[in-house]
């Protein structure tokens, strides 16, 4: 009985310990970024839009990799831009769009994009 409390212990440790490296959760809100938005932004997006890029205009627009550490104000302010521009079908780039077909989010991914930025952004400002 002791050996299965023990592993017990330890299973939830680990559990904790891994809950608290995830990098997809936001310091500040606590809001999570789930695993389909993240892969969209990562095939469609993270390109231009992170601290690696090359593309000085995208990266000083939004950073993606920093979704996690934004202060409130600016998170809720990015993700209703996200929102915008994809709904106005402005993002990705026309070029990007035309070079890379097969990165272009479908119109079921875009709508994911839409809602979850959305919704989290009305959530964030108390709408
Ligand atoms: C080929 C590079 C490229 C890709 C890929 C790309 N973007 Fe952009 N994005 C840009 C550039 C460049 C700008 C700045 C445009 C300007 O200022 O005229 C921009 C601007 C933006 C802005 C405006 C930010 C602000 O604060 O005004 C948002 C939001 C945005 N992009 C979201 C996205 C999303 C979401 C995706 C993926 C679905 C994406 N972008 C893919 C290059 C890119």
């Given at each position: ?33 789930p695993?389909n938005i993240?892969?969209i932004?990562?095939?469609s ?37 996200i929102a915008?521009?994809i709904e106005k079908g ?14 272009v989010p479908t119109d079921e991914e875009n709508k994911m994009l839409i809602d979850w930025a959305r919704s ?8």
């Open positions: 009985m002791s050996k299965f409390i023990s592993l017990l212990f330890v299973l939830t440790t680990a559990t904790v310990l891994l809950t608290s490296f995830k990098t997809n959760i936001n310091q500040n809100t606590g809001i999570e970024i695993q993240d892969a932004f990562a095939k997006c993270t390109g231009c839009h992170s601290v690696d890029s090359k593309n000085y205009k995208a990266k000083m627009k939004l950073k993606l990799d920093e979704l996690g550490s934004m202060k409130t104000s600016k998170l809720v302010s990015k993700l209703s831009k915008k521009e402005d993002m990705p780039t026309k070029k990007f769009r035309a070079n890379y077909p097969e990165k989290t952004a009305s959530q964030l400002a108390g709408e």
